[in-house]
Structures are given as structure tokens and as C-alpha cells.
């Protein structure tokens, strides 16, 4: 593949130069929670705890059914922002005060909705580094996530054209 | 020619007593030997808050080698939009190898093998600071996971229940830090009659 046709592969309004602090974007794609990816990540990250794919043990709980993983929510919440602030990233860098609140089940529907807080250049001159507020909610309203990310994205001066 | 006479080799003609078992009620069907389950002993797993000792650390079992199938199972599934852990040739024009593998399952993963050290006896995952990805990781590379006790404390309103915190990193095979996290987790107590004892 040539360099040239690296930008017709992604999104044109999501490179560093298109990030403005208090910007507040909602990500149109929602998707209801399956045992699909609930149980399947939990089980291939090796995640023991059986209380994420025992339906029976968790009779018992308060909860009453299984919970889902908190770590597979947390990265369907930034898989649902990904399309709006990494399609052009050359490298997730990392995240912070994330937080989990309330309990997440098989069936609810994630929407998740984003912040830009802070935007900077990087030591690359072909790229800069956006810091991101992430916010995860349930159909009920509900708000179940929250996190900041920062991510190393594509200068359009740089790539918008390869 | 011996004859074996195993149970599933058995004809299955559809007798009157296959018929039968067919037609079974529940309280009729065979039940598991009170015996055995009396004699059986639960093979517990995993620690309790009594156990997180400030400073002690922990090395989390198995490893786990990731392929790229799972990466794009991963991917594809969270809806992760960057072609580069998706796409070869993106990932090899923007200077990778190979397609790296999301860093999200990375997390995930070293999480996941920490799970049965730290919080198998846990009940609420509460939240994640300072998550960072040191480098990339590629399909084919193995992750190991170690952890170390950075905070504990009784919870002021859950009885019976304290508040634990682990620094886990996540390492390729080459001893290489790939990631880090501060995670904590509620964590039952073993014994919770004696937690006014179970002090730090």
C-alpha cells in the first residue's frame, strides 16, 4: 500500500487541527451490551472472577444476574468514541480517573459522549497530543463511566494528504 | 472381535426405557452422589482484604500470548475505529511491523491476570488511574502481569468490606514494560467479625 492513500481510508474532520477545548461531542453509534462481548472478552483477557459469567453464583448477590466487566465496559465506551477521536490516532498514550459507577448488565444500552479538555503539541511535529473527558451513560440515563484519555493524533499539515 | 459394551456405544433404539428417561421428571432424574458432594472439598482461589499487606507483591499467573485474531475480535467488537490494529498495511505505512494490538486488550488482558490475586473476593471495581501504554504490542508477543498493594482501608460503609488498591504493570517477553495502571476494587473481608483488628 502507498503512503498516498493512507487518508482516503479515514475520517477528515477528526485530525489534531479539528480539536477545540470545550468542544462536547455526542457518538452517534449506541450498542446494547451481549454475553457475546461481555463473556467472550472477560473469558480471552483471562478475567477469573466468576461472577461476570456464572449465572447461578450470582443469585445470591445483590446484583442478582452477572455483571459485566468493567474493564470491557470501559473499552466499548472509548470503542464507541474511537471513530471521533482515533481514527486518525497514531497511539492511544493513556488514561486517568476513570471511574465505574453503578452496575452494568448483560442487555443495557451504552451510549458514550466526549469532552475535549486540553489540546497540546507533542515532541512530533507531525502529530499533537489531545486529553479527552469521556462519559459513558445507560439507556436509563444513567451515568455509569467517566475518564480522561490522551491520545496522540495526526496532523492533517502532515498526513490529510498521504 | 471383542464386543465393547461401553454406554455411549450402546444402540441408542428407541426402547421403552429410553423412551422413558425421555420423559422423566425432573425429581426423578439421577441426582450427583450426596456422598461426594459431602466429601468434596472447595478448592478456593484467590486473597482476601486481610491479605493485601501494604507493600506486598504479587506475581499473577499464566501469561498470555495475544494473536491477531483476537485483537481484531476485540477490536471489531468494542467498535474500535482505528484501522491501524485492524489493518496491516495502515499499521506498516505508519512505521509498525505489524498491526498492534489494540491497547485496550492489552489493559484488559493484564488486568484479567490479575484477577485471581486481587480481586476474585472483590465486589465493585471502582476506577483506574494513570493508565499508560509504554510501548506498542504486536500480535505474537506475550504479556505477564505483577502487581503491588499501594492503599488499604476498611470501607466506612460497607460492613465487612475494605478498600484495596494494586499498581499492576503489564510486561512483554522481553521484561519490557508495555503498561501500568492504579486500579481499586472493594474487597470482602475473610473473617469479618474481626475487622475492629484488621487494622493497617
Not at chain 1, 123 to 143: C, L, N, P, W
Not at chain 2, 28 to 50: C, F, L, N, T, V
Not at chain 2, 54 to 68: C, M
Amino acid at each position: 500500500m502507498k503512503l498516498s492513500e493512507l487518508s482516503g481510508l479515514t475520517g477528515q474532520d477528526n485530525y489534531f487541527e479539528d480539536f477545540v477545548v470545550g468542544d462536547v461531542m455526542k457518538h452517534v453509534r449506541s450498542k446494547t451490551l451481549e454475553p457475546l462481548e461481555q463473556v467472550m472478552i472477560t473469558n480471552l483477557v483471562m478475567n477469573t472472577a466468576s461472577g461476570h459469567f456464572d449465572e447461578e453464583v450470582m443469585k445470591s448477590h445483590p446484583a442478582g444476574k452477572r455483571l459485566s466487566f468493567g474493564g470491557v465496559n470501559i473499552a466499548m465506551f472509548i470503542g464507541m468514541a474511537s471513530q471521533d477521536t482515533a481514527e486518525n490516532a497514531i497511539a492511544e498514550l493513556g488514561m486517568d480517573r476513570i471511574r465505574l459507577q453503578g452496575p452494568v448488565f448483560h442487555g443495557d444500552t451504552l451510549t458514550a459522549y466526549t469532552e475535549v479538555l486540553e489540546i497540546k503539541p507533542s515532541e512530533r511535529e507531525d502529530a499533537g497530543i489531545v486529553r479527552f473527558k469521556h462519559y459513558g451513560t445507560k439507556q436509563d440515563g444513567s451515568i455509569v463511566f467517566e475518564g480522561e484519555r490522551t491520545v496522540l493524533i495526526k496532523r492533517r499539515s502532515h498526513w490529510g494528504t498521504r | 472381535m471383542h464386543h465393547v459394551h461401553v454406554g455411549f456405544l450402546r444402540p441408542l433404539a428407541p426402547t421403552d426405557d429410553f423412551a422413558h428417561s425421555l420423559s422423566t421428571s425432573h425429581d426423578k432424574q439421577r441426582k450427583m452422589s450426596q456422598d461426594i458432594i459431602a466429601r468434596a472439598k472447595p478448592r478456593e482461589k484467590g486473597h482476601w482484604y486481610e491479605d493485601f499487606k501494604l507493600g506486598r507483591e504479587f506475581v499473577h499467573h499464566w501469561g498470555r500470548t495475544i494473536s491477531q485474531a483476537e485483537n481484531a475480535l476485540f477490536t471489531t467488537l468494542t467498535l474500535h475505529f482505528n484501522p491501524q490494529y485492524t489493518n496491516v498495511e495502515v499499521a506498516r505505512a505508519m512505521g509498525h511491523p505489524d498491526t498492534p494490538v489494540n491497547p485496550l486488550m492489552v489493559f484488559n488482558t493484564v488486568f484479567g491476570l490479575s484477577v485471581q490475586d486481587l480481586s476474585e473476593h472483590g465486589t465493585a471495581f471502582l476506577g483506574v488511574n494513570e493508565l499508560s501504554f509504554a510501548q506498542p504490542f504486536y500480535p505474537g508477543d506475550t504479556v505477564f502481569a505483577r502487581s503491588t498493594v499501594i492503599e488499604r482501608r476498611l470501607s466506612s460503609s460497607k460492613q465487612g468490606m475494605g478498600i484495596v488498591g494494586w499498581h499492576t504493570k503489564g510486561f512483554n517477553q522481553r521484561g519490557e514494560l508495555v503498561c501500568e495502571f492504579k486500579r481499586s476494587n472493594l474487597v470482602f473481608l475473610r473473617d469479618p467479625g474481626a475487622a475492629k483488628e484488621a487494622t493497617r
